[in-house]
């Protein structure tokens, strides 16, 4: 079992940056793919990025260039490197993993891009 805890999320300026964590119990080095969703007021919940254990990365098109993933396996630790935010990426951002078969979620952190 795959336990998520989300942070670094909070009030940012449009053109500003944020970091968010999400640390993980136990080793991340055996889960292949993990990932970072974004749901905001009243709109399904999307793909942001991922990265499988290769170091393969996959981006949202809204995002590239703006937005990087990345993987600590020392310290069982996915972040994401969130620049020049726009509004619309005022959402709950979710952590996620897929190991063994299963769907692990993290509780989410609020990110909002106002001025």
């Known amino acids: 079992q795959v336990q998520l805890v989300e942070s670094g999320g909070g009030l940012v300026q449009p053109g500003g940056s944020l970091r968010l964590s999400c640390a993980a119990s136990g080793s991340i080095s055996r889960i292949y793919s993990m990932g970072w969703y974004r749901q905001a007021p009243g709109k399904q919940r999307e793909l942001v990025a991922f990265i499988i254990s290769v170091g393969i990365t996959h981006y949202a098109d809204s995002v590239k260039g703006r937005f990087a993933i990345s993987r600590d396996n020392d310290k069982s630790t996915l972040y994401l490197q969130m620049n020049i935010l726009k509004p619309e990426a005022t959402a709950v951002y979710y952590c996620?993993?897929?190991?063994?078969?299963?769907?692990?979620w993290g509780q989410g952190t609020q990110v909002i891009v106002s001025s």
């Open positions: 996620h993993a897929g190991f063994d078969g299963l769907d692990y």
